[in-house]
């Protein structure tokens, strides 16, 4: 239990003090707009706001989850609560990060709960799927995921896959048996929409139909391109096997336009484009591509440690004028319209999309 714990606190400093980034991008250099030298709008007309899950966002940008698990007010408390307030002041949604220690020590529960400094914000528990898996010894069920959401009032439940992190670290759950059924089953009880979440390595079109046919609300394809759980993993190996291990899979996975174009092609869930995103044009081609939001995880990571609530604002400010500046020069009034502006896509990206998918068929239609 205590390892749980600890291992907490090592991601969160090799996050900070080592690249643990992918060496490989996200795929959105491949994709590009087409500039409109006749917008026909006002660049202070645009309306950045998107809908999901029945609530309206100012932005379409979501703060991911990252953190969680210690005493009281401590580190995770911390960070929790300043990207929170963040949230809340530009109405905008947040995850926090794995519950399961708080499942295991409900004595950690403040370290998650934010609601005393955001009330409003729409707020995203957390627990992982390998719990739920059905060779998982005290596999989670309806309870957890009640306890999950309910102790810190949060509006929905993110079930983390994450089988590539798990795979290359020694103590990891590799259990991964039956946990569609399980998550069929929760979701057929659970009064809270799910959101089914990658950590970094991408969701592929054939996962997000499975996770359609059992109802999931929505997708956060996690993608391959930004933070790399490989990569922390192997920072944190103690031996030559488990070094290499990790270092082979660095870089494993489908990058996140990939997966965005993937999971819009064939499913109409709600897609959140986690993975890499650092910049507003680069967000704002995961919204034409059919997102809903720009999920960040990182970058906001620096300033919310320090407590620095204005810092993380500020980090977000960016990307928020990013993306209105390009809307701009596509003529998009709303991210409605920025999905039906023209997309060209090229390189790698093109070359797999074109042997997965109806390529033009997406690029004519990526709304949900
Ligand atoms: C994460 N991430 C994560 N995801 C999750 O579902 N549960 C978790 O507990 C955590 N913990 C966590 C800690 C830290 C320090 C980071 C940086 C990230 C993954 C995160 O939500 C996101 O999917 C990835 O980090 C990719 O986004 P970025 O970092 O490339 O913007």
Redesign the pocket.
């Known amino acids: 239990e205590e390892l749980t714990i600890i291992r907490k606190f090592e ?2 400093e090799y ?1 900070l003090k080592r690249n643990v ?1 992918a060496h490989v991008s996200n795929g959105f250099e491949d994709v590009h707009f087409v500039h409109m030298s006749l917008p026909e709008i006002d660049k202070d007309e645009i309306d950045l706001s998107v809908e999901f899950l029945g609530r309206k966002f100012d932005y379409p940008i979501m703060i ?4 969680g698990g210690t005493k009281g007010s401590q580190l995770a408390g911390k960070i929790n609560k300043t990207l929170a307030k963040a949230a809340q002041e530009l109405n905008i949604p947040i ?1 926090v ?2 519950q399961r220690a708080m499942i295991r020590k409900p004595e950690t529960w403040e370290s998650y709960y934010v609601r005393d400094v955001a009330p409003d914000v729409f707020l995203v528990g ?1 627990l992982g799927a390998p719990q739920f898996a059905e060779t998982m010894p005290g596999r989670y069920g309806i309870e957890e995921a009640l306890k999950a959401v309910e102790t810190i009032q949060a509006d929905a439940l ?1 079930i ?1 896959m ?1 089988p590539l992190q798990e795979s290359v670290q020694p103590e990891g759950d590799t259990q991964y048996r039956g946990v569609l059924k399980a998550l069929a089953e929760l979701k057929a009880e659970f009064p809270y929409p799910i959101i089914a ?4 390595a991408g969701v592929s079109m054939e996962v997000a139909i499975r996770l359609e046919s059992i109802e999931i609300d929505a997708i ?1 394809v ?1 993608g391959l391109g ?2 790399s759980w490989s990569g922390v993993e192997y920072y944190r190996a103690k031996d030559e096997m488990g070094k290499n291990l990790a270092l082979k899979f660095w870089d494993w996975g489908i990058k996140t336009a990939i997966s965005v174009a993937e999971v819009r092609y064939a499913t109409e869930l709600p897609i959140i484009a ?4 650092r910049d507003g044009i680069t967000m704002a081609k995961a919204l034409a591509m059919g997102a809903t939001f720009a ?5 906001l ?1 620096r300033p919310a440690v320090k407590g620095d609530v204005e810092g993380v604002i500020k980090v977000l400010e960016r990307y928020i004028e990013e993306i209105r500046n390009t809307m701009f020069l596509v003529g998009a009034r709303n991210v409605e319209e920025l999905r039906r502006v023209p997309l060209v896509i090229t390189g790698f990206t093109r070359e797999w999309l074109e042997q997965r998918i109806d390529l033009p068929a997406y690029l004519r239609d990526r709304r949900i």
């Open positions: 991601h969160i996050c980034q991911a989850g990252m953190t995850g990060g794995s957390n993110a983390h994450n979440k990658e950590t970094g956060d996690g930004g933070t986690t993975g890499g995103m999920g960040v995880a990182l970058p990571l």
